[in-house]
């Protein structure tokens, strides 16, 4: 299927073939005629799928088709991250290029100027955070009144950032008569909820159930002592193929730690998370994404909607309580069909959160031994003992080397 298939304007089409987009995603494909059609949306998918495509180019076209000069705010969308945000304001300007709609982002933690001249200016699409929309709104500078368009983006995410009540607020301020877009990785109770309350016959598209992307991605597991987890990090990183590395941690402060040590040795690295202000943030995600820096830290809600092309590695420092952030961390890599590495340090207390990934997934993440800090306590894996595979050590970045595990049946679940 390509993208003339799906009656695209040609102003579009054209943006679209200097994106280099040629074949439209599985969730393209299904939202965007569905959307076009004038239908409410319920998806279930998350970043990496090209989700963020499959609502804003049905969007722009059907804006683009009122041919309207009326100003005034046409459609809303509501994301949990300011980088989430940056990130769809900027596809927005990528698909719409030659539509001439005007769009703008708003984010807290800068200072609102910017954002109020633009408002001020005239607006068609408005992207934004929940916080600092209402915020705005309440100075009056955001009127809702001629809205017709309304995408809800990562609830599931709102939800676990403490947003919902906020999200809440902001859809009662809207028109009851419009059309509206709802996305979610995953569906807790409180989201299908919401979702039923605010959406009128919708279509559902479900086009990666959470546990499903992670096919294309090569997991491997290391058990490490918490204590040798700094040195096992060393010991990966002087591997020079390893070109991009997106490292996370639990805390802010663990991010800290991570980074001020590899920075110490020489190693390029930046922190991104909640303490850090939004330009330390942007810089650092500049500096990530054009190759400059090679390791950046991450705490899960800063690294959210993080969309770099060419990701190679993700690691997991520490593994995540919620086994769902688990799958939304390693999608960082293997984006829009390309492969990645998904490496995760395990100690004993990361045990716990081990299990419930691998049944959240299906499958046993297949482990490594072979490497200068594996843990001598093996009575901590529940996995089945490795055999030393005698032979030259390989890289930790082929495939082969992942040893034990179940990795007959990864390999064919690839
Ligand atoms: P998203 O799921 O919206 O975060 O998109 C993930 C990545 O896929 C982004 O880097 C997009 O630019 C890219 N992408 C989205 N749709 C396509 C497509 N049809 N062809 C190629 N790349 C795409």
Do not use: W
Request: proline residues 5%.
């Amino acid at each position: 299927m390509t993208f003339d298939s799906l009656s695209l304007i040609e102003p579009i089409l054209r943006a679209l073939q200097t994106e280099g987009y040629t074949t439209p995603t599985p969730i393209q494909q299904q939202a965007i005629p569905i959307v076009l059609e004038g239908n409410d949306l319920l998806g279930c998918a998350q970043t990496g799928t090209g989700k963020t495509a499959a609502f804003s180019i049905p969007l722009l076209q059907l804006l683009y088709q009122q041919k309207s000069t009326h100003k005034g705010i046409k459609a809303l969308i509501l994301t949990p991250t300011r980088e989430l945000a940056i990130q769809i304001d900027e596809s927005i300007a990528a698909y719409g290029r030659h539509t001439a709609l005007s769009h703008a982002v708003i984010f807290g933690g800068v200072s609102q100027l910017p954002q109020t001249q633009a408002l001020k200016r005239g607006v068609d699409i408005l992207i934004a955070t929940p916080g600092r929309l209402l915020d705005l709104m309440q100075q009056g500078y955001v009127s809702l009144q001629q809205l017709q368009f309304f995408v809800l983006d990562e609830a599931d995410r709102m939800l676990d950032m403490g947003f919902i009540h906020d999200v809440k607020k902001v859809i009662s301020k809207l028109p009851a008569k419009r059309q509206t877009l709802f996305f979610s990785a995953t569906m807790p109770p409180e989201i299908a909820g919401l979702a039923n309350s605010i959406l009128r016959n919708p279509k559902k598209v479900e086009v990666t159930p959470v546990s499903s992307t992670v096919e294309k991605i090569e997991q491997s597991v290391y058990f490490v002592e918490k204590q040798d987890k700094r040195a096992l990090l060393h010991h990966l990183l002087a591997d020079q193929n390893i070109k991009t590395v997106l490292v996370f941690t639990r805390t802010k402060h663990g991010a800290d730690k991570v980074v001020k040590d590899l920075v110490k040795s020489g190693i390029g690295a930046a922190a991104i998370h909640g303490n850090k202000s939004q330009n330390a943030r942007q810089r650092a995600l500049n500096d990530f994404k054009n190759g400059t820096l090679r390791v950046l830290v991450a705490t899960d809600i800063a690294a959210r909607g993080i969309d770099v092309e060419q990701l190679s590695h993700v690691i997991n420092y520490e593994l995540p309580d919620v086994p769902e952030t688990y799958v939304h961390r390693i999608g960082r890599t293997g984006r829009a069909g390309a492969s990645g590495i998904a490496i995760a340090f395990c100690d004993a207390e990361d045990k716990v959160n081990l299990k419930d990934i691998q049944k959240l997934i299906g499958i046993q993440i297949p482990h490594v031994n072979d490497h200068p800090y594996a843990m001598h306590d093996i009575s901590l894996s529940t996995f089945r003992p490795v055999t030393k595979q005698p032979q030259q050590q390989r890289s930790h970045t082929q495939r082969r080397s992942f040893r034990g595990g179940d990795s007959r049946r990864y390999a064919s679940q690839r």
